[in-house]
């Protein structure tokens, strides 16, 4: 029975292991025809030394950065084809100069090496222009470089780096690609106009795919172990199997379909899928060495219940009185804002009718009603209450009626007049 | 895992969350995990007792700390590789996490506490650390944030695993404040006087904080009776009939900080009324004509200018009876917009009428309005106006009144209602 145990022990690990490792790498490509149209324009640089440029523009989690890798590791592995590979993003590199100088690590420049390049932006920005100028068409390596969150690189000042890269990919010099990866569709605004005439205006939109039957199989892809790897020739071939048939039934029943269904309405994006099957992932342990229907009912348990609700749960009595009272203001004023004054009335006039609220002590009612602030249930209007008492800086409230509702018929313990008050019309 | 259940005791479910997603060995981790939960439900002390307790690698970093990138990459670093390295930029930052990841393949985990104030350095910085593990190109790191915000208030550009901490419930409450029993009573005893305390205090707060201090506060005053043996320690109604005004007493100090002890000092002093009122003591040193100036200031604010006829002249006429239907229409407004403002000369007008002894207009006098202005308890609106400025009130009624009484004058008398 132990020594069974000890199996079942490493099989799961294995297997869980397995799954996690395939679930981080990139998932394959779905979009085809981009694929093919990239391909052939990194292929024209590569190749016969043409130089471009690209925007690849899709929403977030839609396959941008799977189908640049998909795109690159089939780049390098046809043969004769010798890249160099600069790769910027615009939340690491924050300005010009720090780009020039991960260009000039990238590149591995002899001159500098080393882990750190310093000296001043102009110099950097010659070094680099220089060495991209000054070398012929025929024998120099093509670069091919990829700029992700292309949009913050619009931001950099004058947008010189753009202005250069543009400009050196349009002209006869090195040859060498530029794409940039952005979420943007109106990235072409966000371009300068001398940067923009020199941009190739070559556009690839990816749409993200909404489709269940494609998600589903992309699930079956990442949680399915029937293909024999490696990696996994040391776990039993019964455990596999046994695997294999559980999650094959999981997933083709209606009610996980549903919550994927959900998950697909609610967020498309690639991202959140894999937090999802990582999570169900780390549910697998020795005493539930398989996934079970109630795995999945735990992890999407998120989309179903209202995190600002769960917030407002958490509140004491007094504070939920005083959100209640903002969301009678905001009802019969019609969303005008409030101020600490006009809530504490109105707490007040609730209190003075129920004698068994017994905290009406003003300082206590502008602490809760700072802790509310604090939690960031209401907004100041504006920024600037600097000049201004804090019992009139005026908020709105960022919950909505039916937010306030469904917490307070939930809470427990609320005392009843209170739920009473809070549910009954005011109107 | 046993310690660390009851370590925390009522956290088992979320100590298994984060278990399951960092424990094992050798397995990839997830890129962000985002914790979220109201002040004081065990956030940050769960996540390093369990990081300390498996001896993961790990840099706790508190963003209000960090008001510069240096600080908050320099701190991360001396945490996770032990040398005071110089680091200025992110893109640095992931250099040395890169070297760092290299060498040996441990687990290595962020811990960013406080995550609001992260956005504050820098909008993009959120979404720069939940792609670490993209930038660095390894799987064994991990950032995880902590903060008393919801995840949906950050500026998000991918989805997050969320880790939600509850709130503790009353039952929960009671079973953590029993730890805190001293050694020298039964438990019965205890759990009866904790009983009473969380129902009334309950209500007010659900801080697990503030009700440790309300608790171990109002202890000793619940012993009282029972060490003099004036009642018996089962006799539960009497024990809350003592007990009950006390505990009413300490509602109005919640939240503030102040003990007991110092209430009462305060309470028997007959020269303080009002005790949470902060601004009172300061007031009190201004200077003479500094104080006649506060309280025009505050007259001015508060009251319109039509009636100032009336309030301020000797002869006035009669009027008073025809006031009491536009006054609510005037206090909704007050109510809206708080003090009004008011010009430099109603203010020096005001001043004139309530002092009863002529002051000369030098600027000895003017200056002790900038120093009210200095010290916040006026506003000046307008900068750019310098012929006729304009201010406004930004104390309280309780306060000018207190001020008021140390000149031995009554306020009400010039307020209309």
């Known amino acids: 029975m132990k020594m069974l145990d000890e199996n079942l022990e490493f099989d799961v690990k294995a297997v869980r292991k397995f799954l996690k490792e395939k679930l981080v790498s990139s998932p394959p490509n779905k979009h085809y025809e981009a694929f093919v149209e990239l391909l052939s324009l990194l292929k024209r640089t590569v190749s016969s030394g043409e130089s471009d440029s690209a925007l690849i523009v899709g929403p977030r989690g839609c396959g941008k950065s799977s189908l640049l890798d998909s795109v690159l590791k089939e780049l390098s592995n046809s043969e004769g084809n010798e890249y160099l590979l600069v790769k910027l993003n615009g939340l690491v590199q924050t300005d010009d100069n720090l780009a020039l100088r991960a260009i000039i690590q990238q590149l591995h420049v002899k001159e500098l090496e080393g882990d750190q390049i310093t000296g001043s932006f102009s110099d950097n920005l010659m070094f680099v222009l220089q060495s991209l100028k000054t070398c012929d068409r025929q024998n120099t390596v093509p670069i091919i470089f990829i700029l992700d969150e292309f949009q913050l690189f619009c931001n950099h000042k004058n947008q010189t780096l753009l202005y250069n890269l543009f400009d050196i990919s349009k002209s006869a010099q090195a040859p060498m690609c530029v794409i940039g990866v952005t979420t943007r569709y109106d990235i072409t605004e966000l371009l300068e106009k001398r940067v923009s005439s020199r941009f190739s205006h070559r556009q690839i939109l990816l749409m993200p795919n909404y489709d269940l039957n494609e998600r589903m199989s992309l699930i079956s892809y990442y949680f399915l172990l029937k293909k024999k790897s ?198 | ?179 805190t029993k001293p050694e020298d009573c039964s438990h019965t005893f205890y759990e009866n006087y904790l009983n009473s305390a969380l129902m009334i205090f309950l209500r007010m707060t659900r801080d697990l904080n503030e009700m440790k201090f309300l608790v171990s506060n109002n202890f000793e005053k619940y012993c009282e009776p029972v060490k003099k043996g004036l009642v018996n320690q089962d006799d539960v109604t009497l024990l809350w009939r003592n007990i009950l005004p006390h505990f009413k007493e300490s509602l109005k100090s919640i939240y503030s900080g102040l003990s007991t002890q110092s209430i009462e000092r305060y309470l028997y002093d007959p020269n303080i009324n009002e005790v949470i009122c902060t601004k009172v003591s300061s007031v009190l040193d201004l200077p003479y004509y500094a104080k006649y100036f506060l309280i025009s200031a505050y007259l001015a604010s508060y009251n319109a200018p039509k009636h100032d006829r009336r309030l301020f002249m000797k002869n006035h006429g009669k009027q008073r009876k025809r006031l009491t239907k536009q006054q609510v229409k005037e206090k909704m407004t007050l109510e809206l917009l708080g003090p009004k403002a008011f010009p430099l000369d109603r203010l020096l007008a005001i001043f004139y009428a309530i002092m009863e002894e002529k002051a000369s207009l030098t600027v000895n006098l003017m200056t002790q309005i900038s120093t009210l202005v200095e010290l916040k308890l006026l506003t000046r609106i307008g900068e750019s106006n310098l012929e006729r400025p304009k201010f406004k009130c930004l104390v309280g009624l309780q306060c000018v009144d207190t001020v008021a009484r140390t000149l031995g004058l009554n306020i009400q008398k010039y307020l209309l209602d």
């Open chain 1, 230 to 427: 490696p990696a996994l020739r040391k776990v039993s071939q019964e455990f596999i199997k046994k695997w294999d048939e559980n999650t094959e039934t999981l997933l083709n029943s209606s009610k996980v379909m549903g919550y994927f269904r959900k998950q697909l309405d609610m967020e498309p994006s690639l991202k959140a899928l894999k937090n999802v099957l990582f999570s169900l992932l780390s549910g697998i342990s020795l005493s539930n060495p398989f996934l079970s229907i109630s795995n999945f009912d735990e992890v999407f348990q998120k989309y179903s219940i209202d995190g600002k609700v769960e917030y407002l749960k958490d509140l004491s009595a007094l504070e939920l009185c005083l959100v209640v009272s903002m969301a009678h203001h905001v009802e019969i004023y019609e969303g005008e804002p409030f101020n600490f004054e006009m809530i504490i009335k109105r707490y007040l006039k609730f209190a003075q009718q129920n004698s068994s609220v017994q905290i009406t002590h003003r300082p206590i009612l502008i602490k809760a009603l700072e802790r509310i602030k604090e939690l960031e249930l209401i907004i100041p209007v504006s920024n600037s209450n600097r000049n201004q008492k804090k019992e009139y800086v005026l908020y709105n409230l960022i919950v909505t009626k039916s937010q306030v509702r469904a917490a307070v018929s939930t809470y427990n313990g609320l005392p009843t007049e209170i739920s009473h008050w809070a549910l009954g019309n005011v109107v």
């Open chain 2, 1 to 179: 895992m046993e310690n660390l259940y009851n370590l925390f005791p009522c956290r088992k479910v979320q100590i298994n969350k984060i278990h399951q997603l960092l424990g094992e060995e050798f397995e990839p981790l997830t890129d962000v995990i985002f914790i979220s939960g109201h002040p004081a439900v065990g956030k940050t002390t769960v996540i390093q007792e369990y990081l300390k307790h498996y001896r993961i690698n790990y840099a706790f970093i508190n963003c209000v700390e960090c008001y510069s990138y240096r600080l908050l990459h320099e701190q991360i670093l001396v945490q996770l590789t032990g040398n005071k390295l110089k680091c200025d930029t992110f893109m640095e930052l992931i250099h040395h996490l890169k070297l760092l990841v290299s060498k040996n393949n441990e687990k290595f985990i962020i811990v960013l506490d406080g995550a609001e104030y992260l956005e504050e350095l820098n909008a993009n910085y959120f979404s720069a650390f939940c792609r670490l593990q993209e930038f660095v190109n390894c799987t064994n790191i991990c950032v995880i944030f902590l903060s008393s915000l919801l995840p949906e208030k950050f500026n998000l550009h991918t989805s997050v695993i969320t880790i939600h901490f509850p709130q503790y419930s009353k039952d929960e409450l009671l079973e953590i404040l029993k730890l």
